[in-house]
């Protein structure tokens, strides 16, 4: 349920609208949007209590939300999150680009990379230290030490980083190392993990599981956000389909369909969505204009050699830097800024 006040209301009458809920023993989450204000009921509401807070002054009205989700909810937060990691903003018009290897293989490889992703004008360097694979004798990433590498070289270029967390043992070593955490497909329902990173303190990028419902999505995210994290990106990274050209299939319509249920920035992985290094470039330039608020993009030196096999989705770096070339030109068509200019290198020294 929320209780929609206009942002006239002074605050004295929204504490006395939160005091009432709070004596029912709900949680409550405070949202201001440019025209109204969202005071946010978690928890089994009363009939009788809807009906007092309907009557009390300031109040514009109240709602009852069917979805099984709420914070994640639109209804609960209308405008959208924007979350600014050391000045780099992500969501809110802003168009943000991550590139790099799928899996750290070396720190001179991860070095390399991070230079040519700078170069480019990208903002994000991404890199595997863990890697969950599907047989269990594949390259599992380097661990730790991939994490420190990755770290170093963000750093030296003055980069963001992401990497893949797969167990809520390793949330707070990843989380003192890289800016963002990512959760892969197979980890979108694992509960223990997500409730984790709800407590983390670090951005989130939860990638879609490959058979999931924009619900059970959804669902997903709102385990990090009741956990007291707001630092959530959703991610459509291909579904499983009947055809097998592909890898999977990049549901473009989950772009504008999350977008108008959620709040939350949307992300597209169109190396993952199609398992195709030609397909990659016009499926980002798709992802942008659905309104995808960032693309995740794998990108190699010498893909045809990279340790995990993902290669043939990985583009080389010329065509990655072709690529953004081309977003600068395509962002302003679709109402999205594409800011290649990066913070200064300190900002990305760990304390």
């Known amino acids: 349920m929320i209780v929609i006040t206009s942002n006239t209301t002074p605050e004295e009458q929204i504490r006395n609208i939160v005091s009432e809920i709070e004596k029912e023993g709900l949680q409550v989450h405070i949202s201001r949007g440019a025209d109204r204000t969202v005071i946010g009921l978690i928890g089994s509401v009363n009939p009788k209590l809807a009906e007092h807070l ?27 999150t924007v979350i600014d990691i050391k000045g780099t903003k992500i969501g809110g018009g802003n168009l943000v680009v991550m590139g790099g290897p799928c899996a750290v293989e070396s720190a001179e490889q991860i070095d390399e990379i991070a230079g040519l992703v700078k170069a480019a004008g990208g903002q994000v360097l991404r890199g595997g230290a863990f890697k969950p694979r599907t047989g269990p004798y594949s390259f599992q990433g380097i661990g730790v030490e991939g994490l420190i590498m990755m770290a170093e070289a963000g750093q030296k270029h003055g980069l963001l980083t992401i990497t893949e967390v797969m167990t809520p043992e390793y949330v707070d070593i990843c989380a003192e190392y890289a800016d963002i955490l990512q959760v892969g497909t197979r980890n979108m329902q ?114 045809d050699n990279s340790m995990t096999g993902d290669g043939v989705q990985s583009l080389f770096p010329d065509q990655f830097a072709a690529l953004l070339k081309d977003l600068e030109q395509l962002a302003p068509l679709v109402g999205k800024t594409f800011n290649t200019a990066k913070a200064p290198a300190e900002q990305f020294q760990r304390v």
């Open 54 to 80: 309907r009557q009390m002054k300031g109040v514009e009205n109240v709602v009852k939300i069917s979805k099984s989700y709420k914070l994640a909810s639109r209804d609960f937060h209308p405008d959208d």
């Open 190 to 303: 694992n509960f223990d993990l997500l409730r984790k990173l709800g407590t983390c303190g670090k951005p989130v990028l939860l990638k879609r599981g490959f058979s999931a419902t924009y619900d059970e999505f959804l669902n997903a995210a709102e385990y990090i956000l009741a956990g007291g994290n707001p630092n959530v990106m959703l991610c459509e990274r291909g579904i499983r389909t009947f055809e097998t050209y592909t890898r999977n299939t990049l549901d473009l319509s989950a772009i504008p369909v999350l977008q108008q249920l959620s709040h939350l920035p949307v992300i597209s992985d169109p190396s993952h969505g199609t398992g195709r290094r030609e397909l990659v470039e016009p499926m980002s330039k798709a992802s942008v204009a659905a309104g995808a608020d960032g693309l995740i993009v794998e990108m190699h030196t010498d893909p």
